[in-house]
């Protein structure tokens, strides 16, 4: 790292919890994030240093996201190097938000989203009316297709250019502060809605969230985790079909028995598709917190001295 140049890695950890998306925050409030020293130059290793864990689960995958440059009041070059991670979390660890708290605007499965993404874009179109007409329609246009207003459609990779339209808008503050006001600094929302896009992108790409499903599931378990990543509803036998026809999927020959009424199959991701998904990403080992290694030993389990299970006399 040369002087006069700051290095940024970021961490978006992403799970899901019913079909909802998950962030996992630091006990600041904050994306996990470092700047690495210059003898530590092993991305996986930071990221891996970064994601801690408190329960035993299985590995994550990380997958890098567009780099950012800019420039601090100093002079100081900043890069970014944010990645998304994907994992899968337990209800009761600590430390993950949803992510559509912090970006209700994106959740267009509810009205509350819808409306208050009409209304920031609104907000936005009556900031320009300073500008030129031709240059006020243009940008118009640009922001009824990004907050799906007028006869525009809802788009749902365009997370990160949402933001960028809410945080570049002629009146900052109040965009942004009508937008959300979870995050410490603005950062960590570019970080979020960068991987919240990629996700999206992904899933429209017919790739399916293998790291952020358990290793069997139900269909409709998988459709509600589609919806939740996408903020919109997807209609349910087009989802099937396309499962069907994309072939990623198997049957397991086993039911779920959490599914009250008629038992539902139990389904996995295809090897090849497992595979295929491996190999675009960084495989995280991620360590258990010390707290919690000291817990799972048998001394922790009897630190007065009692007696353990066949001890001799």
Request: aromatic share 6%.
């Amino acid at each position: 790292m040369k002087g006069g140049t700051q290095v940024i890695v970021a961490a978006v950890p992403i799970a899901l919890n019913a079909g909802e998306p998950y962030v996992r925050v630091t006990e600041e409030g904050e994306l996990p994030h470092v700047c690495p020293k210059e003898t530590e130059t092993n991305v996986r290793e930071v990221l891996e240093s970064l994601l801690v864990r408190s329960r035993r689960l299985p590995d994550a995958c990380a997958e890098p996201l567009p780099v950012c440059l800019h420039c601090d009041e100093a002079g100081t070059r900043i890069v970014e190097l944010p990645y998304l991670v994907s994992t899968r979390m337990t209800t009761d660890e600590p430390g993950w938000v949803p992510c559509y708290d912090l970006l209700p605007w994106e959740d267009h499965r509810r009205e509350e989203g819808m409306g208050q993404a009409s209304a920031l874009g609104k907000l936005l179109i009556a900031q320009n009316e300073g500008m030129p007409p031709s240059e006020r329609l243009l940008e118009k246009r640009r922001l009824d297709a990004l907050f799906a207003m007028g006869n525009c459609n809802w788009k749902p990779p365009l997370a990160k250019e949402r933001w960028a339209a809410i945080r570049n808008g002629a009146q900052q503050k109040e965009a942004v502060g009508m937008a959300s006001c979870r995050f410490p600094h603005e950062t960590n929302y570019r970080w979020l809605c960068a991987a919240l896009g990629h996700l999206r992108l992904s899933i429209i790409a017919q790739a399916m969230p293998v790291n952020l499903m358990p290793e069997r599931f139900t269909i409709p378990q998988l459709h509600a985790a589609v919806e939740g990543i996408l903020g919109e509803a997807v209609d349910r036998p087009t989802f099937r079909r396309g499962l069907t026809n994309g072939r990623s999927v198997e049957d397991t020959g086993a039911c779920s028995d959490e599914v009250f009424g008629r038992p539902a199959r139990l389904m996995r991701f295809r090897t090849d598709v497992v595979v295929a998904n491996q190999t675009q990403g960084i495989p995280l080992a991620l360590s258990l917190a010390d707290t919690v290694k000291q817990a799972e030993t048998i001394d922790r389990l009897f630190p007065d001295g009692t007696p353990r299970p066949g001890d001799r006399n």
